[in-house]
């Protein structure tokens, strides 16, 4: 089992920068793949960013250049920081996991690029 705790989010104005976090714990030896994904009302949920074990990171089109992945797995940790913010960067934020063939959620944090 992996529970995930994440942390950050809030309002912020157009162009303006916020970081998540995500620290995972639980009984498991190495976590496969973290994650961000997002949903705003009445959409999907979609994949922000992800990054790999071995620190391969992927990133929807929408925050390529903006947005910004780490992790440290020593203490199962990932951020995303998110800079150059957008109205449309409106959503709750879920944190994410995938633990051999099992994927995992975070409750969820709001971000609201407003002005």
């Known amino acids: 089992q992996v529970q995930l705790v994440e942390s950050g989010g809030g309002l912020v104005q157009p162009g303006g920068s916020l970081g998540l976090s995500c620290a995972a714990s639980?009984?498991?030896?190495?976590?496969?793949?973290m994650g961000w994904y997002r949903q705003a009302p009445g959409k999907q949920r979609e994949l922000v960013a992800a990054?790999?074990?071995?620190?391969?990171?992927r990133y929807a089109d929408s925050v390529k250049g903006r947005f910004t992945i780490s992790r440290d797995n020593a203490k199962n940790t990932v951020v995303l920081q998110m800079n150059s913010l957008k109205p449309e960067d409106t959503a709750v934020y879920y944190c994410?996991?995938?633990?051999?063939?099992?994927?995992?959620w975070g409750q969820g944090t709001q971000v609201t690029v407003s002005s």
């Open positions: 994410n996991a995938v633990y051999g063939v099992s994927t995992y």
């Open positions: 639980g009984r498991f030896l190495s976590i496969n793949t």
């Open positions: 990054i790999t074990r071995g620190g391969v990171s």
